[in-house]
């Protein structure tokens, strides 16, 4: 039994505020539910929002406990800034990027080694209940399920890219869950903001937006329910998209 959390962005109050409503108690480091259920985050911890190094150290804490993370392309960006690589500090890393210049020089050794640790130890997509779930921070082709490459990294963490930008200057990407085949595993993903929890077939997007003023929401495995707490950051109605 699963509780899949979508992208958390540095809202470490709603995910504490989150986690509790699925029924877990909250204590010593600890996510615990009295019927063994794990969490299972789909990435896109930090940025943009209030308490990112928060939410590092709570994730990693809980993954070490046996629950579950597999990264996003946030996640892979700040990777990359800690391992000293030439990235852009923009799109919300600028923010994580300040929360570590603020702390101690001991502190910040500490959640870069939380983060490094959790990051390297995760997969990049994970295949859970014999097969009848995955977790993808923006989606897997059906096709690519049990492969890792270039290619399938590419998608997990960017989503499926036509190599072109749109009106925005925003990578313009193909809507791939309308050709995920019916009656397979159960896709969850984030990555693209949405008013309210997309299904579509065998898919489900659960990024409502928590950063920009929606909601946090997990999906209930087996249970294919939704259960969402409400944000307590400022509404941005351009980020989020919607569908034909």
Excluded at 3 to 25: A, F, K, T, V
Excluded at 38 to 61: C, H, K
Excluded at 86 to 114: D, P
Excluded at 164 to 184: F, L, S
Aim: charged share 25%; proline share 4%.
């Amino acid at each position: 039994m699963y509780d899949l959390i979508g992208d958390i962005h540095g809202c470490r109050l709603e995910m504490h505020q989150l986690i509790r409503r699925l029924g877990y108690s909250l204590y010593n480091g600890k996510a615990v539910h009295p019927d063994g259920r794990r969490l299972v985050f789909i990435g896109d911890l930090t940025d943009r929002g209030p308490d990112s190094t928060g939410v590092i150290e709570d994730v990693a804490a809980f993954v070490s406990q046996g629950h579950v993370y597999v990264p996003g392309n946030h996640c892979d960006k700040l990777y990359r800034w800690f391992l000293g690589r030439n990235v852009k500090v923009l799109h919300g890393l600028e923010t994580t990027t300040a929360e570590v210049a603020a702390l101690s020089k001991a502190q910040q050794k500490a959640i870069r080694a939380a983060f490094m640790k959790l990051y390297e130890e995760a997969p990049l997509y994970e295949v859970l209940d014999q097969g009848g779930l995955v977790a993808a921070h923006a989606g897997i082709r059906y096709d690519d399920i049990g492969l890792n490459n270039k290619r399938i990294k590419s998608f997990v963490l960017y989503g499926d890219t036509t190599g072109k930008v749109d009106a925005d200057g925003k990578p313009e990407r193909r809507d791939w869950a309308t050709i995920y085949p019916q009656g397979k595993a159960w896709i969850v993903y984030g990555h693209t903001p949405v008013e309210a929890p997309r299904f579509v077939g065998h898919t489900v997007n659960i990024d409502t937006g928590c950063v920009f003023g929606g909601r946090l929401t997990a999906f209930r495995y087996p249970e294919i329910e939704t259960v969402s707490v409400a944000s307590s950051m400022p509404r941005v109605d351009e980020k989020f998209r919607t569908f034909k």
